[in-house]
């Protein structure tokens, strides 16, 4: 049987997302793939360039849709560090509790992602269900339920209420309960463990030359974690553990993402109790109407570990009102280029939308 | 900077770098063009093993442009930030493909967005971007308001209701 080229694009319906990649393959077997992004490139880091240091706040929740605080946190952490600024210790605690609230939401849609390319639906039924939970305290924290922009240059937007930390307990009270039901559902059940055991496999020296981060590398018994190595807000301030597999096939990815969830609810809840009180949580960079504010000259890089691994920012200013230059690290840029190129070849058909959704490749932050 | 971070920087002496001190655990090396593999060797076989972003900056009025290597260390959680100066006009510049493989991507990027060659990386067909036919997009210099005005410029539209409804009846084929 001869060779086939299969286009595996956006219109796919096991595609995860706007994302392609050229496959040739021999019957089922993918013999060689290459990928091809540039569904998505709306040109963020020339856009951004274009706009005050302050109304990018509004355009760059977009580069990520399953996780957008990522970004606000980046960006305002990296001109923070140029700017030499000091924020409000209310500010970075909210600003904790929001970013693993958003870890909470992305790894119930992909634990949900999970379940279409294999046919588990309950997942994403699940999965979507509970993360509309999280949306709700978003909603009544931000205004939003998708895109907040509320993590802003200096602190956060809008101080966190009484109501709306015990909306909060309330809330991972009840996912918290709902785990045991995806312990024994999910993730005993018999189509997740023949679908995903053993496959799509990864050792430890392929996934440091590939340079994965994030559950792709630590499924692979490595404990690298952002927050652990390089902690930023007050994550040496929490105590939390940094769950680790050693098989490094896709469920042990998908069943470390699973476990994760527990620790962010852990660190929400210290986060609420060591949290002080007080009204100021946001500081301005220099004076004047927020349009006009300008960041004194210097470069910087500030990176955090979102739900899909590390996620930096570079940032460049030339003492200006506007940016001068703008970087973004995509967590999924080595799996979703490199680690397709590489590592496909060999597979079925069916364990390529199991890559993607796997090793949480993200087409929106890798065209930007 | 922390003890760590002050020894690799003592052994980094030797190329005549300048240091620049951003943070506690993120430091600036700029060095020659001529250098900066030997530093990036050198920084890797000291535990900055993780290629974080590799990326460019475009200084229009210097008529340079800035290629920045970050590289982070999973061991003590330190940041270099690599930075080399080329000739804006002919911006050419060796790969790192071999130190690392996902560097091939980083390099076809800045290659669309920027317009650098990088030698010995042969692969260096467009990644994002579809039949562009303008300058390097990221460069300063281009205006993508201008483009898009020349791209797809504005069209007369006049509204004829009489035959808008006269195509809603059925009268006429519109």
Same mark, same amino acid.
């Given at each position: 049987?001869?060779?086939?080229?299969?286009?595996?694009?956006?219109?796919?319906?096991?595609?995860?997302?706007?994302?392609?990649?050229?496959?040739?393959?021999?019957?089922?077997?993918?013999?060689?793939?290459?990928?091809?992004?540039?569904?998505?490139?709306?040109?963020?880091?020339?856009?951004?360039?274009?706009?005050?240091?302050?109304?990018?706040?509004?355009?760059?929740?977009?580069?990520?849709?399953?996780?957008?605080?990522?970004?606000?946190?980046?960006?305002?952490?990296?001109?923070?560090?140029?700017?030499?600024?000091?924020?409000?210790?209310?500010?970075?605690?909210?600003?904790?509790?929001?970013?693993?609230?958003?870890?909470?939401?992305?790894?119930?849609?992909?634990?949900?992602?999970?379940?279409?390319?294999?046919?588990?639906?309950?997942?994403?039924?699940?999965?979507?269900?509970?993360?509309?939970?999280?949306?709700?305290?978003?909603?009544?924290?931000?205004?939003?339920? &998708?895109?907040?922009?509320?993590?802003?240059?200096?602190?956060?937007?809008?101080?966190?209420?009484?109501?709306?930390?015990?909306?909060?307990?309330?809330?991972?009270?009840?996912?918290?309960?709902?785990?045991?039901?995806?312990?024994?559902?999910?993730?005993?059940?018999?189509?997740?463990?023949?679908?995903?055991?053993?496959?799509?496999?990864?050792?430890?020296?392929?996934?440091? +030359?590939?340079?994965?981060?994030?559950?792709?590398?630590?499924?692979?018994?490595?404990?690298?974690? &952002?927050?652990?190595?390089?902690?930023?807000?007050?994550?040496?301030?929490?105590?939390?553990?940094?769950?680790?597999?050693?098989?490094?096939?896709?469920?042990?990815?998908?069943?470390?993402?699973?476990?994760?969830?527990?620790?962010?609810?852990?660190?929400?809840?210290?986060?609420?109790?060591?949290?002080?009180?007080?009204?100021?949580?946001?500081?301005?960079?220099?004076?004047?109407?927020?349009?006009?504010?300008?960041?004194?000259?210097?470069?910087?890089?500030?990176?955090?570990?979102?739900?899909?691994?590390?996620?930096?920012?570079?940032?460049?200013?030339?003492?200006?009102?506007?940016?001068?230059?703008?970087?973004?690290?995509?967590?999924?840029?080595?799996?979703?280029?490199?680690?397709?190129?590489?590592?496909?070849?060999?597979?079925?058909?069916?364990?390529?939308?199991?890559?993607?959704?796997?090793?949480?490749?993200?087409?929106? +932050?890798?065209?930007? | 900077?922390?003890?760590?971070?002050?020894? &690799? &920087?003592?052994?980094?002496?030797?190329?005549?770098?300048?240091?620049?001190?951003?943070?506690?655990?993120?430091?600036?090396?700029?060095?020659?063009?001529?250098?900066?593999?030997?530093?990036?060797?050198?920084?890797?076989?000291?535990?900055?093993?993780?290629?974080?972003?590799?990326?460019?900056?475009?200084?229009?009025?210097?008529?340079?442009?800035?290629?920045?290597?970050?590289?982070?260390?999973?061991?003590?959680?330190?940041?270099?930030?690599?930075?080399?100066?080329?000739?804006?006009?002919?911006?050419?510049?060796?790969?790192?493909?071999?130190?690392?493989?996902?560097?091939?991507?980083?390099?076809?990027?800045?290659?669309?967005?920027?317009?650098?060659?990088?030698?010995?990386?042969?692969?260096?067909?467009?990644?994002?971007?579809?039949?562009?036919?303008?300058?390097?997009?990221?460069?300063?210099?281009?205006?993508?308001?201008?483009?898009?005005?020349?791209?797809?410029?504005?069209?007369?539209?006049?509204?004829?209701?009489?035959?808008?409804?006269?195509?809603?009846?059925?009268?006429?084929?519109?």
């Amino acid at each position: 049987m001869g060779e086939v080229k299969l286009f595996f694009g956006p219109n796919h319906p096991g595609m995860h997302g706007n994302f392609s990649v050229h496959m040739y393959v021999e019957g089922d077997i993918v013999k060689r793939a290459r990928p091809l992004p540039g569904f998505l490139h709306r040109g963020f880091e020339k856009l951004m360039e274009r706009r005050f240091w302050y109304s990018n706040i509004a355009l760059i929740p977009r580069i990520c849709v399953p996780e957008p605080d990522i970004n606000e946190a980046c960006y305002a952490m990296g001109v923070e560090k140029i700017a030499k600024l000091d924020v409000p210790e209310r500010a970075q605690w909210i600003r904790m509790i929001v970013l693993e609230l958003a870890r909470i939401a992305n790894h119930l849609m992909a634990v949900g992602g999970v379940g279409g390319p294999i046919g588990l639906y309950t997942a994403s039924y699940w999965g979507t269900a509970d993360r509309d939970r999280i949306l709700d305290i978003f909603e009544a924290l931000t205004g939003a339920r &998708v895109y907040h922009m509320y993590i802003v240059i200096g602190g956060v937007r809008k101080n966190l209420t009484p109501k709306i930390e015990d909306m909060i307990w309330k809330t991972l009270d009840y996912i918290e309960s709902r785990l045991p039901d995806y312990e024994n559902l999910i993730f005993k059940n018999r189509i997740l463990h023949s679908r995903l055991k053993g496959r799509l496999l990864l050792t430890r020296e392929q996934a440091l +030359e590939m340079g994965v981060t994030g559950v792709g590398l630590r499924a692979t018994g490595v404990e690298y974690d &952002v927050r652990k190595v390089d902690p930023y807000l007050f994550y040496d301030k929490v105590d939390f553990e940094v769950p680790t597999a050693t098989d490094g096939d896709a469920f042990s990815r998908v069943y470390l993402k699973f476990k994760e969830i527990s620790q962010s609810i852990k660190i929400i809840r210290q986060a609420l109790e060591k949290m002080p009180q007080g009204d100021k949580v946001n500081v301005a960079v220099s004076k004047g109407s927020a349009l006009r504010r300008i960041v004194p000259k210097g470069m910087a890089y500030a990176h955090i570990e979102s739900a899909r691994g590390e996620y930096g920012f570079f940032v460049v200013s030339d003492g200006k009102n506007k940016p001068y230059r703008v970087a973004v690290r995509g967590a999924s840029y080595p799996q979703g280029l490199y680690g397709i190129e590489k590592y496909l070849p060999g597979t079925r058909i069916e364990d390529v939308p199991l890559w993607l959704a796997t090793m949480d490749v993200c087409a929106p +932050e890798i065209d930007r | 900077m922390t003890n760590s971070m002050n020894d &690799v &920087v003592k052994s980094l002496e030797g190329f005549n770098p300048f240091i620049e001190e951003i943070d506690e655990r993120e430091v600036k090396v700029t060095v020659s063009p001529d250098r900066v593999i030997a530093v990036l060797e050198t920084l890797k076989a000291n535990g900055y093993s993780h290629l974080s972003l590799m990326t460019c900056v475009d200084w229009i009025d210097d008529n340079q442009l800035e290629l920045v290597y970050i590289l982070f260390s999973w061991k003590d959680g330190g940041k270099f930030i690599v930075s080399t100066r080329i000739d804006r006009n002919n911006p050419k510049f060796f790969t790192v493909k071999e130190l690392w493989p996902v560097a091939r991507f980083y390099e076809r990027e800045l290659h669309e967005f920027f317009g650098v060659e990088f030698e010995g990386n042969d692969d260096m067909r467009p990644l994002f971007l579809e039949l562009w036919d303008e300058k390097p997009p990221l460069r300063k210099d281009f205006d993508p308001r201008d483009y898009s005005r020349k791209k797809f410029p504005d069209r007369k539209y006049e509204k004829d209701v009489i035959k808008e409804a006269k195509i809603f009846r059925g009268e006429i084929n519109g």
